[in-house]
């Protein structure tokens, strides 16, 4: 992953990070899921959403305004 990149949003539930990802899509915040889940045993670890540093506060702000912060 490029440099700059961090990670705003992370859940186990694959259609929660989709759903944080298109908002932020639609707010014309450039952003891309990492999935770490095992493969055998989705129990573990996490899905991320990342964006780029400079939109840090867009997003957070887009993500309060949407109430997706559960």
């Known amino acids: 992953m490029e440099k700059n990149w961090i990670k705003i949003f ?4 694959y ?3 989709e759903i944080v990802k298109q908002m932020l899509i639609v707010n014309q915040i450039d952003s891309v899921l990492l999935n770490k889940q095992d493969t055998t045993h989705y129990t573990f670890g996490d899905i991320g959403v990342y964006i780029h540093q400079r939109d840090f506060s867009n997003a957070i702000e887009a993500i309060i305004l949407n109430q997706l912060n559960s």
């Open 10 to 13: 992370s859940s186990t539930n």
């Open 15 to 17: 259609y929660q990070a």
